[in-house]
């Protein structure tokens, strides 16, 4: 009895420990509830521990952080995606008011051209996909970035979900790539968030779904 | 003429300012499209690599963003105690047509009026605008309330989303202007942490 009652006593002391709000501990991605695992504070690395309910990565995301990992910059350049743009209208004032693409010859205002990749810091801008964008992501390795995790969510301005390449420099701030099917869509430089506030920024929404970096493989 | 100081209503870091003493450039690039934004303040960050970008008033002056660092925390209207009542209105056209985003909370505008008396009477104060703001109060006068310890007039109006949105809303932040009578703490620069209750923004005079 004695014994039972010693063993039930540890199994709770660890219980209780484990659950407690100590900031170093490891928290586990979570492949359906996102915003459990997301809205941690914790500086931890996102748990390597495979989940057979988490879907894999695609290859085109693997592709990006490997060319990153490695400032690949013919690469990147062939990997950069991006969205088209309405040419010739003017936007109404307001925040991300965007650059106004010229029209081509032919062709009427409101016609989507060419390919603008999203530059973020907590607002944002775009360039046009090219060399200039991957001098930016090569600028993010020259920080030191290191991947620190994935997070698959929604952009609000987006009917498509993208995928949030998490990344933390050496000063402690984030960064971030964004990546669609067509490619790289986006680069964050975080809004002087951490990396696990990047995290938690993407991952809080429901249906948001975050990979450890130890996903990122073929 | 007296006046009073509005407080910052979120613990965070300023990640743009005002203009100051330097011009925004006229076509920056890779800074959006300047012509049509009303610049009274410039982006700071390591997104901005041709120098000061402008950063767009959307109604009124001196736009100042404040970075969450990550967290969602309330929105907390904060001005000395002669605010004794606010108004709330609410709008959504905070982002352009152009920017990719068309949702809210992200599209959100609120206007807080503010008045010496209760329900909105006694003498008109001025007004602050808040975008971006997420779990907002509804339309209507509050009743501020008095903070222990600092003894400022106070309300909670909302707090900031989390998720991105085009390029209307890419970080963790609040996006708040001042309007009419006042003046922006000039003092305050990029990078500077703002405690809220207790790092003030705005000086009103009436």
């Known amino acids: 009895m004695g014994l039972q009652v010693f063993l039930l006593s540890l199994l709770l002391w660890l219980a209780v420990g484990c659950s407690g709000d100590d900031q170093t501990q490891t928290p586990a991605a979570s492949a359906t509830a996102g915003g459990t695992q997301a809205t941690s504070a914790s500086s931890a690395t996102p748990s390597a521990t495979a989940d057979p309910a988490r879907p894999p990565l695609p290859p085109v995301v693997v592709e990006v952080a490997e060319a990153i990992r490695d400032r690949d910059a013919a690469r990147l350049l062939q990997l950069l995606g991006g969205e088209p743009e309405p040419c010739g209208q003017t936007p109404t004032p307001g925040i991300g008011a965007g650059p106004i693409p010229t029209c081509p010859p032919g062709s009427s205002p409101g016609t989507l051209v060419g390919q603008f990749i999203l530059i973020g810091d907590c607002e944002g801008f775009s360039v046009p996909a090219g060399a200039e964008v991957v001098d930016r992501i090569i600028g993010l390795r020259d920080e030191g970035a290191e991947l620190h995790a994935v997070v698959w969510a929604r952009d609000f301005g987006s009917p498509e979900r993208a995928y949030f390449l998490v990344y933390g420099v050496e000063s402690g701030a984030g960064r971030a790539v964004s990546v669609k099917e067509s490619g790289i869509v986006g680069v964050y430089y975080g809004c002087r968030a951490s990396p696990p506030g990047l995290v938690s920024f993407w991952g809080a929404n429901e249906d948001a779904v975050v990979y450890p970096p130890s996903d990122v493989k073929r | ?206």
């Open chain 2, 1 to 206: 003429m007296p006046g009073f100081y509005v407080y910052a209503p979120i613990t965070g870091t300023v990640t743009s300012c005002w203009t100051g003493p330097v011009a925004c450039p006229a076509d920056p690039n890779g800074c959006g499209n300047s012509s049509q934004m009303a610049a009274t303040g410039k982006y700071c960050g390591g997104a901005y690599t041709c120098g000061p970008c402008c950063h767009p008033s959307v109604s009124c002056n001196e736009p100042q963003d404040i970075s969450t660092g990550g967290g969602t925390p309330d929105i907390v209207f904060t001005a000395d105690p002669i605010v004794a009542s606010i108004w709330v209105g609410l709008a959504s056209t905070a982002c352009s047509s152009g920017s990719g985003c068309s949702s809210l909370p992200y599209t959100r505008v609120m206007t807080v009026y503010m008045y010496s008396g209760l329900n909105g009477i006694g003498t008109f104060l001025g007004f602050v605008i808040f975008f971006h703001v997420n779990n907002t109060i509804a339309i209507g006068y509050y009743i501020t309330s008095i903070e222990p310890g600092t003894g400022h007039a106070y309300k909670v109006i909302g707090s900031v989303p989390s998720g991105s949105c085009g390029r209307c809303y890419t970080g963790p932040h609040l996006h708040w202007e001042r309007c009419g009578n006042s003046v922006v703490n000039s003092s305050l620069s990029c990078g500077d942490t703002m405690l809220r209750r207790l790092s003030w923004v705005f000086r009103y005079s009436y």
